[in-house]
């Protein structure tokens, strides 16, 4: 395969990612009925909390081995995925708290016409 065939078959399958990616996206919307931006900061943050767990665990693993580097870099990665967590938490409720306002406009909307 010539490079140009291999340049184009790698965009194939990039472009063909992204659109799965794309349609996958619109499913959850469609399946949860939550917006595809939530759902992508949800998994996130789940899979930030995730990764805090599974390195707190690594790091109790690697202290009965006495390798305080490794120790140090497990907690460090630990305490790194705690700060995305928080970050992603505050994000999703700002953007949870927006949403709940332009829902109670919109309410507010719809109850003015049915004064008319």
Excluded: C, P
């Excluded at 499913?27 to 998994?43: F, H, K, P, V």
């Excluded at 390798?67 to 928080?86: G, M, P, V």
């Amino acid at each position: 395969m010539t490079s140009v065939q291999s340049k184009s078959a790698g965009q194939q399958r990039s472009t063909s990612a992204s659109k799965s990616r794309g349609r996958a996206a619109a499913g959850a919307q469609e399946q949860t009925g939550e917006r595809d931006e939530n759902y992508g900061l949800i998994s996130v943050l789940y899979h930030a909390l995730q990764g805090a767990e599974t390195t707190a665990q690594y790091v109790q693993s690697s202290q009965a081995s006495g390798d305080e580097e490794l120790i140090q870099f497990l907690e460090s990665t630990r305490s790194e995925y705690k700060s995305l967590a928080a970050k992603a938490r505050q994000l999703l409720v700002d953007r949870l708290d927006s949403d709940a306002g332009e829902a109670d406009d919109e309410s507010d909307d719809e109850d003015d016409d049915d004064d008319v």
